[in-house]
């Protein structure tokens, strides 16, 4: 996947604080070969690296973030972008009956989706009419009768016995039908080939003709990949259309579909099937599935709350202390300032679970002792100022009164000291005191 991709040049990010162009080739070379193993088409491949690339150039060097979060922080972004932002779902008429037609290839699931829509909507409050427009292949009516009894609602189709019938003419009489009943929404389900032919474009052209749908739904399989990007073309340009459905994403773990169509039409993504069932529907949203394709939804998360507790200030003056001699500046209040501000980002056991490559350590991450960290504070708040500024002068009798202030063990208090002195002499080797790993927070 990306992130397994990104994972490995992000090694050699570590540590750094800023970008080369070398570094920044290897990454885009890793987004492009990631891309392209997920199927996306290579035109949107080239275009999205260029972008990503053109951005990591330029990227403002964000003191929350180091420089792989910073990568992985604008490939989502892009990805997001790319995929139309917000959800965006049906916009109603005005005057109902809202007209919904269903356009695409057979066997991608306009059908299926009919039924998932019907019973969205009827979820929403509304009350759908499903239309049987699809005249072609023989079970096609009876299909969707089961589908709509399925989802608890009506179906409009040609009376049996009439020979084929027009779907045409069906569609023009579901919306008379629809307006004398009261349906204020109508779905109207259209018949696909296996191929792109003249036949079926023009078709549900005359079909979009007589019902004036108010939104033209492409629906698309998407296992189909690359093809996606042809016949979405096929269509936008035959009968065109507001709004993708990206149907079977449980049958394709990558989605690089969606990122190719949403690219080439520039549609949005409105709904997405992931199975047989009526249920297993969704609205489409952008920055899930983004992060589905990036395979990081964690770190996402984790670099979110970073950015958001991340105190730019209060980081910058502990770095400048720590780069004094031996760190010599930095003191126990500052160590305190520093753990308080992990520490409002989550539980550590969270955060740690959250870094990429800690999964070696999901043992050691359960026992992560909250309760610890507890016992320091108050171990340091039990201290004059004083003594927090320079604990060199914390002397044995020092040391008894802070234990018995903070109710603690003296030996607590020297654990505390000891492993405060390692930490700063490693901190301040560091130059700037930033660890890779843990956004922009010194000596974690
Ligand atoms: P249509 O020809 O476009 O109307 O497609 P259908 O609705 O008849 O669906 C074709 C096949 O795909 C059927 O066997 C459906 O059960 C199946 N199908 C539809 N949507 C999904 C989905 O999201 N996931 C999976 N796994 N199968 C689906
Ligand atoms: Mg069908």
Do not use: C, Y
Not at 257 to 265: D, E, G, P
């Amino acid at each position: 996947t990306l992130s397994d991709r990104l994972a490995a040049t992000f090694k050699t990010l570590r540590g750094k604080t800023r970008l080369s162009d070398a570094d920044i080739d290897a990454t885009a070379r890793e987004i492009r070969v990631a891309l392209l193993e997920a199927d996306v088409n290579l035109a949107v491949v080239r275009d999205f690296v260029a972008r990503v690339r053109e951005r990591a150039k330029s990227a403002e060097l964000s003191g929350a973030l180091n420089p792989s979060q910073q990568i992985i922080k604008i490939v989502d972004e892009e990805l997001v972008g790319i995929l139309g932002g917000e959800t965006r779902t049906i916009r109603f008429a005005k005057n109902p009956p809202t007209v919904i037609m269903l356009a695409g290839l057979q066997g991608a699931g306009k059908t299926t989706l009919a039924g998932k829509l019907a019973r969205w909507l009827k979820g929403q409050g509304h009350s759908p009419l499903l239309v049987a427009a699809d005249l072609q292949r023989p079970n096609a009516v009876n299909q969707l009768q089961v589908v709509g009894q399925r989802a608890g609602v009506q179906v409009f189709a040609p009376e049996p016995g009439n020979g084929v019938g027009d779907p045409v003419d069906v569609a023009k009489r579901s919306i008379e039908e629809a307006n004398r009943r009261l349906f204020d929404v109508v779905v109207v389900d259209t018949a696909g080939r296996l191929g792109i032919d003249a036949d079926l474009m023009q078709q549900a052209a005359d079909i979009r003709d007589a019902v004036d749908p108010d939104e033209v739904l492409f629906v698309v399989d998407a296992m189909i990949g690359q093809d996606a990007v042809n016949t979405a073309n096929a269509f936008a340009e035959g009968v065109g259309f507001d709004g993708v459905v990206l149907t079977k994403l449980d049958g394709d773990a990558r989605g690089g579909a969606a990122l190719s169509i949403a690219r080439v039409t520039g549609k949005p993504i409105m709904f997405a099937s992931n199975g047989e069932a009526l249920t297993e529907f969704d609205v489409f949203h952008p920055d899930r599935m983004a992060s589905r394709i990036l395979g990081m939804g964690d770190v996402l998360t984790l670099i979110e709350q970073a950015e958001k507790t991340f105190d730019a200030e209060q980081s910058a003056k502990a770095a400048a202390k720590l780069s004094s001699k031996e760190g010599r500046d930095f003191g126990l209040a500052d160590f305190l300032q520093q753990m308080q501000m992990v520490r409002k980002m989550g539980p550590l056991s969270k955060i740690f679970g959250m870094l990429p490559g800690m999964g070696d350590f999901k043992d050691q991450i359960a026992n992560i002792d909250e309760r610890e960290v507890d016992r320091l504070e108050a171990i340091i708040h039990s201290m004059t100022p004083a003594e927090r500024d320079d604990p060199k002068i914390i002397d044995g009798s020092r040391r008894a009164r802070i234990a018995k202030g903070a109710g603690v063990q003296v030996s607590d208090v020297n654990g505390l000291v000891n492993r405060f002195f390692e930490a700063r002499k490693m901190m301040s080797s560091l130059a700037g005191g930033k660890m890779p790993g843990m956004p922009g927070i010194p000596g974690m």
